[in-house]
């Protein structure tokens, strides 16, 4: 079975940073694709980051570009998002998503509120 855990939000006033960490088990992890999305009230869900299965490549939102980084331990099977420069705009639920082929798996969201 696999499960993808997501953790590290909460509230924080703007400027502030964040740390979110994804856990990924049930799965080859080193295999994946991993990726951090964010949905809005009322919004769409939006790629915020997405980083390679070795992690030598990252690619970004242009919204979070210079702001968020996102890494991996692939012998910890963990996906991070560094967020710094927290803006209001920044409040959403954010995911943890991992793909391989056509095999593609959420995990459950965590909140993130960004305000003073």
């Known amino acids: 079975q696999v499960q993808l855990v997501e953790s590290g939000g909460g509230l924080v006033q703007p400027g502030g940073s964040l740390r979110l960490s994804c856990a990924a088990s049930g799965l080859s992890f080193r295999w994946y694709g991993m990726s951090w999305y964010r949905q809005a009230p009322g919004k769409e869900r939006d790629l915020v980051a997405a980083i390679t299965s070795a992690g030598g490549s990252s690619n970004y939102a242009d919204s979070v570009k210079g702001r968020f980084t996102i890494s991996r331990d692939n012998s910890k099977n963990t996906v991070y998002l560094q967020m710094d420069s927290l803006k209001p705009e920044d409040t959403a639920v954010y995911y943890c998503?991992?793909?391989?082929?056509?095999?593609?798996?959420w995990g459950q969201g965590t909140q993130v509120t960004v305000s003073s």
């Open positions: 998503n991992a793909v391989w082929g056509p095999r593609t798996y």
